[in-house]
């Protein structure tokens, strides 16, 4: 007697079925909330043209009629408003992506220094946590600012290193190379470098997981950036000509500058969100099990590698979540900036709205920018955590 396959499996479309009202339930949510957002768009239209307020995005292609301090882009206040706009844009994308950078350097290296056999490191970076955690970040911005431009001496008589770099109440002059062919090529030996650097730290923690043995990685990296560099200014002809600034009879003129409104902003966020990014390392190493660290110790790796090597990777799965919330906090907490003159995406948008009335329009444009830039963070930061979270095997 052969025995009968069994019925296909027939979805059920019916109300009874749970996944079926689970889509309908979403469904039905999704539909409020675009209504919802509907009306209010629609309400809020309808109440600025009864009371003549005018509305709309065109404004973006008149001219903006005013001059921005800091540019990383050409701009004359002739353009339009869109232009002024993604000055400030890249302005604000200026400050956190380079707050980043040295907050994440800064408070790594303090989270690592509570941790220290040394009773005075530990004690310095305690204090320094306690300190900087504890001051609003406003009152910071407020006061490095004031620092810079009040007791910095005057323009016309700047502080200088080897009459190379000038420091004043104008800001931090230094020299930059003037831009040619065998620059590009620097720079793109400066990235096969860092490549190289990166393909090589990934080799030699392989190795390390595989067989327990242990290859310098630091003094490596170094030299394969540096060689990168240096191959590539020499395949561009080792160009040696550099703007260099000199101080003149009313401020310093030539090479590079950096305006006391950024230092100050990027000194404020920096020291204020690395005291927090300290506590984050200082709870991921603690949480790492301490027979980890006997282990290690026991396999002849001294304190340095235990830590880089062991203990790191594995706090890593705590550090990383709460990181990711002092980096959107950064970039949001930018927006302070305002406050000290530094011409950010809400500095324009406040010039903007004054000239145009297009309140509406402009806090929109502030919303859609720092939506569009703590979701492109959150993505990163949760590829990152998924790639360095502990596979079991």
Known sequence: ????????????????????????????????????????????????????????????????????????????SVDPYWKAFLVGVLNTLRVAIVGIVLTTLLGTLIGVGRFSNNAIVRGLCYGYVELFR??????QLLVWYLVLTEMLPNPDEPMNLGGLVFLSKGGLSYPVPVWGTG???????????????WLWARKARTLFEATGQVRPVLLPSIG???????????????????????????AVEGGSSL?????????GLTFYTAAFVAEVVRA??????RGQSEASGALGLGKGQQMRLVVLPQALRVIIPPMTNQYLNLTK???????????????????AINQTGRAVECIALIMLVYLTTSLTTSGIMNWYNTRSAIKER
């Open 134 to 139: 504890n001051v609003p970040v406003l009152l």
């Open 183 to 197: 620059q590009a090529l620097a720079a793109l030996g400066l990235v096969a470098g860092a490549v190289l650097s």
């Open 284 to 289: 991921g190493i603690a949480s790492v099990p």
């Open 259 to 267: 305006t006391p409104e950024f230092i100050s902003v990027l000194l």
């Open 333 to 351: 907490n930018s927006s302070l900036a305002v406050a000290i003159g530094y011409p950010d995406v809400v500095s324009i948008s406040n010039t």
């Open 1 to 76: 007697m052969t025995a009968r396959a069994a019925p296909p499996k027939t979805r059920d479309w019916s109300l009874r079925s749970r996944a079926v009202r689970a889509i309908l339930y979403q469904v039905l949510a999704l539909g409020l909330i675009a209504l919802g957002v509907w009306f209010l768009a629609h309400n809020t239209l309808e109440n600025m043209r009864v009371r003549g307020i005018q509305s709309g995005f065109d404004f973006l292609t008149g001219p903006a009629g005013f001059d921005i301090g800091e540019l990383l882009i050409p701009y004359e």
């Open 224 to 250: 394969l950036l540096i060689g990168g560099t240096l191959v590539g200014w020499l395949a561009g002809g080792a160009p040696m000509e550099w703007n260099l600034p000199k101080a003149g009879d009313v």
